[in-house]
């Protein structure tokens, strides 16, 4: 009776936190912009707005080939829409929904290293409010980025914990996601790997083979 309760607690909460995430951000954002800011968001504008239109992946009307598409699959649904301020505030909202989802597996990320009640609040609010993530106000690829990064840390913990297929290969989605966004999301990949390879290199040492083989297979 009283885990249910502590869990009803924790979820009230971390809601509460992601509506007042979706609020700060949305508002932060919320006035006329323009593509000025970074070069990188003609990019993802255009490939967005022509995704739209059933155009393909077109900058200003020439295929340039650009990889790093997946923001711009995020984006692109708004631009059924014609107006041009409603469009700007849809991506503004569905940034800052985006970016707010964070709080979601930091919260799960702070339960699975067994942070206390406290610490896993302050956590969940530092990641809603972050100073970086007021990115959001621009058309930069970063506003889903950021959650990825949180997702693929909190499924390589959940492997680490119990590990199966359907998990395995939901992170190998998020991990091929992530790269579609930003190349270097391939440094938290490599990051495990390395992790792995010298928790197998230790257990080897300490003569434990029946852990390294395990530690192989979860990898």
């Not at 508002?27 to 239109?53: C, M, N, Q, V």
Request: hydrophobic fraction near 50%; charge should be positive.
């Amino acid at each position: 009776m009283l885990k249910d309760r502590k869990q009803r607690k924790d979820i009230f909460i971390v809601l509460i936190l992601f509506l007042f995430s979706i609020l700060y951000h949305y508002f932060i954002g919320d006035f006329t912009k323009g593509l000025e800011t970074y070069p990188d968001e003609l990019r993802y504008f255009s490939i967005a707005r022509s995704i739209a239109r059933g155009e393909g992946f077109l900058i200003r009307g020439i295929n340039y080939g650009y990889q790093k598409i997946m923001y711009s699959l995020f984006l692109s649904p708004i631009f059924w829409f014609k107006d041009p301020a409603l469009i700007v505030k849809l991506i503004n909202l569905l940034n800052s929904v985006a970016m707010a989802s964070t709080v979601i597996p930091a919260y799960r990320i702070a339960k699975r290293i067994r942070a206390n009640q406290l610490a896993t609040y302050l956590f969940c609010f530092f990641v809603a409010i972050w100073s970086e993530t007021i990115i959001t106000m621009t058309f930069m690829a970063e506003v889903i980025y950021w959650p990825l990064c949180f997702w693929f840390i909190d499924l390589w913990l959940s492997i680490q914990e119990k590990g199966n297929a359907w998990k395995i290969v939901l992170l190998g989605v998020v991990c091929y996601m992530g790269y579609l966004t930003k190349e270097i999301f391939l440094a938290l990949f490599l990051g495990v790997i390395f992790f792995s390879i010298g928790k197998i290199c230790l257990a080897l040492k300490k003569g434990d083979r029946n852990y390294a083989i395990e530690e192989t297979k979860s990898i």
